[in-house]
């Protein structure tokens, strides 16, 4: 079942055009990518679905729902939960306070609700620092604690902005297999990246972005296997 669609949109920063006629889609339970270069449209399609970046033309649509003209606030309660690559945690409050003042049921979440146990079983490490104040984390523990937040909105479809950004070597290994325990719940995300390694087990599918536009899509093993596309638009 098609989750999102989003057809043909134009997105723009004050005059400047970002987005170009793009187009994607994801269907329940998927882990779709978005890869490209810095400044390829990435964040900006995750925002322009969010609502934080309103299309100019173009429709947006969940579950076969119109999301255009709707607040971010809307979108959100519609079942989208938006981990931004700032992080944005609120730090004078601990782990289990930025959670629970995240806490949501809006009803529209897959399968069964998140709560801060279940949380704290996806990350462990979590648990064991739920009483210190956020602003004393890592930027590892930081972004873990960004998508556990998020997850505490009960969304059915999650976009992950860059979420390996910054992050060294052994706490990708560890997000990377958290996310493949979250994907093992049958969430459906979307993610923006630029390191394939990192998501090369994780994602289904891959659009890759170039200027704007749709440059590639196909499934994650075609991708990989590709060495033409990967070192015309994500090589340094």
């Not at 920063?13 to 339970?29: K, M, Q, T």
């Not at 806490?103 to 462990?124: I, K, M, S």
């Not at 958290?178 to 891959?206: C, I, K, P, W, Y």
Request: proline share 4%; glycine share 12%; with cysteine.
């Amino acid at each position: 079942m098609r989750l999102l669609e989003v057809s043909g949109i134009d997105s723009y920063y004050g005059d400047s055009h970002i987005l170009f006629d793009l187009s994607l889609e994801v269907a329940a339970g998927e882990v779709v990518c978005l890869l490209g270069r810095n400044g390829a449209g990435k964040t900006t399609t995750l925002k322009s679905i969010i609502g934080l970046v309103p299309p100019r033309s173009g429709q947006i649509t969940l579950r076969g729902r119109s999301l255009t003209g709707l607040a971010p606030f809307r979108i959100a309660r519609l079942g989208i939960g938006y981990v931004p690559e700032e992080r944005r945690i609120f730090g004078n409050l601990t782990i289990r306070e930025n959670l629970e003042v995240a806490r949501r049921t809006w009803g529209d979440g897959a399968g069964e609700p998140w709560t801060a146990d279940r949380v704290f079983d996806l990350f462990p490490h979590l648990r064991t620092l739920r009483d210190r104040p956020a602003g004393r984390l890592s930027g590892g523990e930081q972004q873990m604690l960004t998508i556990a937040r998020t997850l505490m909105g009960n969304p059915s479809l999650l976009l992950l902005d860059e979420p390996s950004e910054g992050l060294a070597p052994l706490v990708l290994e560890m997000l990377a297999t958290q996310l493949a325990g979250l994907r093992g719940t049958g969430l459906t995300m979307l993610v923006a990246e630029q390191n394939v390694h990192f998501v090369s087990e994780l994602g289904d599918r891959v659009y890759v972005l170039e200027k704007g536009m749709v440059r590639y899509q196909g499934t994650m093993a075609e991708f990989v296997g590709n060495d033409e596309v990967r070192r015309a638009y994500l090589a340094v």
